[in-house]
């Protein structure tokens, strides 16, 4: 082999290893910041019921489902609530030390973030409400008040209507408000 060849393909490799190395590097420490999203059902099954994917204690997840009705407990000298979460099979327990959002209460979606301490057991570190698609802000719960009154439709009548449908009302009442 020609030695300039040689030297090429020696410092082909170099890189090659070296980039090899490096990402290996980056994804080694990435994987400590991955969070991933199981449903309580999946936390005790696994994904798709593989038990090779059910988290290991000490993992860090992300669990998604519904605060079930009459488990939430709230300790009177601190901020700590515990409560159960659930999808439609088993559930699975949420520890969680700090202020629920405003959303928060029993049969409403959540997502819990935290370390499985046991396989049935979230210490979660945030905790996030969820809401359905109707929630609207207040402050723009008025401002629409305002801009749909004089059209002659309140929020209620809007409210499970398409775009189009509302569009087709708001130019009815105006074209009924010009006769």
Known sequence: ????????????????????IASSLVLYALRQNIDLFYTPSEVISGKNDDPDTIPEVGQRIRVGGMVVEGTVKRDPNSLKVSFNVNDIGPEITVEYEGILPDLFREGQGIVAQGVLKEPKLLEATEVLAKHDENYVPP???????QVHKPMGISNQDMQGES???????????VEEGKK
């Not at 393909?9 to 090659?16: A, D, G, K, Q, S």
């Not at 775009?163 to 009442?173: F, I, Q």
């Open 1 to 20: 082999m020609n030695p300039r060849r040689k030297s090429r393909l020696t410092i082909i490799l170099f890189v090659l290893l070296g980039v090899t």
């Open 139 to 145: 402050d723009l719960s008025e401002k629409m008040e």
């Open 163 to 173: 775009d189009r449908d509302r569009l087709d009302k708001a130019v009815n009442s």
